[in-house]
């Protein structure tokens, strides 16, 4: 179904080039630059920036700082990840809940666990997950009554704590999913606090509140996943969990991962099966209570592709509209919202010199709003990501004018499992019940995830 503005919108993408030169951003202060400016509100800040440019200075602090839009230059910087930008140290917050994980590990190091533990998260795995996202969906949906009240904020975090509880550490109380998520919630929350404030420009040595919460928040995570590691590890039987998956893991010379290592990377998986999937979720719910026409197309669908059973990971494929709703969601609420790089020697973008140690940024949510990409780029319309009957995409949208989970050599690894558990919990709640949200005009807020700024209070509708 080409559309007037589909048809635009390719056009865009087929010739638009990056704005020539590089530009000034605003004016910043003697030693914090531009930092009140973002700090105040981030998301703003880099639609600003978009708007001057798709090379645009400014500065973070004291350092000089790079900001781009095209999705050309965007490619560059995640494809030359490892080459000619290295990735950032992101603050002490990030560190301590985060440690040495795939996601901050560099070079070899980088390397030798992105090997160990990509294998947990491919395909075949994935689908053996499936089966535990579906069912406790289908446990949440059975607790919904027609006109009953529910936050759903609090719901999709329950839902999907538990899932991942059970696909990553193997464990199945509810002890153990709120220890780690009330843990998890404080420490993003300040996170995003330490790194848009003054803490993202203070030495680490430097006690502030919030790092004493993290800190705190930290030591409760540690303790629970020490447990349940010990708990495997006295184990007589194989299971089937993530965890198990990275205590067997071997590199190319036959050693294991080490205890912190093992924790490193159940924390990092725990958020990008937790806190990216349950921001989704929440989105996804608000967007379809305010375009009905969206709502109808998804419950056609799931009506006609599922009749009389709960989905599965087989039909994952047969729900590309389900998958279309969950795509323009994270195009719109992108749970990560910026990703950034330091320049190294010989690196460049668009063909320019970028210094050595300047600070790159790029923002999902700026790139992914733009006018020049998308047709009606505010509106939330899934089927810009639908094909015609000839098999062509409705909109000829630029490879990663959408990268909501960044791309190149450091995409993030359980991109599979994130977006097949939104689409099965979405399926199985949204084929019984119609949510109808009593909170209006929801702000997001960046902290670790992109979160709405307030309790999602919605009446559930069950459908005839």
């Known amino acids: 179904m080409t559309t ?9 993408g087929d010739t638009a080039q ?110 053996s997950y499936a089966a535990t996202m579906t069912e406790c969906a289908v446990d949440l949906a059975d607790r919904w009554s027609d006109g009953q009240p529910i936050d759903i904020k609090r719901e999709m975090a ?24 009330r ?22 040595w430097v006690p502030t509140p919030g790092r004493a919460r993290i800190k705190r928040a930290t030591a409760v995570i540690d303790a629970e996943v020490s447990r349940v590691v010990s708990r495997h590890r006295d184990g007589d039987t194989e299971r089937p969990d993530l965890l198990s998956r990275l205590l067997a893991a071997r590199d190319e010379t036959g050693a294991r991962l080490s205890d912190q290592e093992i924790r490193d990377e159940t924390v990092t998986l725990y958020i990008g099966g937790h806190e990216t999937t349950s921001s989704t979720l929440v989105w996804a719910w608000y967007l379809l209570s305010r375009n009905p026409q969206v709502r109808d197309a998804l419950t056609e669908e799931l009506d006609r592709v599922l009749a009389d059973h709960e989905p599965g990971y087989d039909d994952y494929a047969s729900l590309p509209y389900t998958q279309a709703v969950v ?19 010989g690196a460049t ?11 790159v940024w790029s923002s999902q949510w700026a790139t992914q709003r733009d006018p020049r990409w998308y047709g009606e780029a ?52 949204a084929r019984r019940f119609e949510l109808e949200l009593c909170t209006r005009d929801i702000r997001p807020v960046p902290s670790l995830t992109l979160q709405p700024d307030r309790e999602v209070i919605a009446t559930v509708h069950a459908r005839s």
Request: glycine share 12%.
């Open 158 to 181: 329950a839902l999907t704590q538990l899932i991942a509880v059970r696909t990553i550490f193997g464990v199945d109380t509810a002890a153990d999913a709120e220890a780690i998520g």
């Open 378 to 429: 505010e509106a939330f319309r899934p089927e810009r990501w639908l094909t015609n009957e000839d098999g062509q995409p409705a909109e000829q949208i630029p490879e990663y004018a959408w990268f909501p989970f960044g791309g190149g050599p450091r995409v993030c690894l359980g991109t599979r499992f994130a977006l097949v558990e939104a689409v099965l919990v979405l399926a199985v709640l």
């Open 327 to 345: 795509k323009e969601t994270l195009r719109l609420y992108p749970t990560i919202w910026l990703i950034t790089g330091i320049a190294k020697e």
């Open 18 to 127: 990056p704005t020539p030169g590089i530009v000034d951003g605003p004016r910043g202060l003697p030693l914090l630059g531009n930092l009140p400016a973002f700090g105040k509100d981030p998301l703003a800040f880099f639609e600003q920036l978009r708007e001057r440019g798709d090379f645009v200075r400014w500065r973070f602090g004291r350092g000089p700082a790079l900001f781009i839009a095209h999705p050309d230059t965007v490619g560059e910087l995640l494809t030359e990840v490892e080459r000619t930008f290295d990735q950032p140290d992101l603050g002490i917050a990030f560190r301590t809940l985060l440690g040495n994980g795939v996601v901050v590990a560099k070079g070899a190091d980088w390397r030798r666990k992105r090997s160990l533990v990509q294998p947990s998260v491919r395909p075949k795995q994935v689908r």
């Open 4 to 12: 007037e503005a589909g048809q635009d919108a390719g056009a865009r």
């Open 349 to 359: 973008l668009g063909g320019r010199p970028v210094p050595v140690g300047t600070r």
């Open 183 to 204: 843990a998890m919630d404080i420490a993003q929350q300040e996170i995003g606090a330490e790194f848009s404030g003054i803490g993202a420009i203070l030495p680490d």
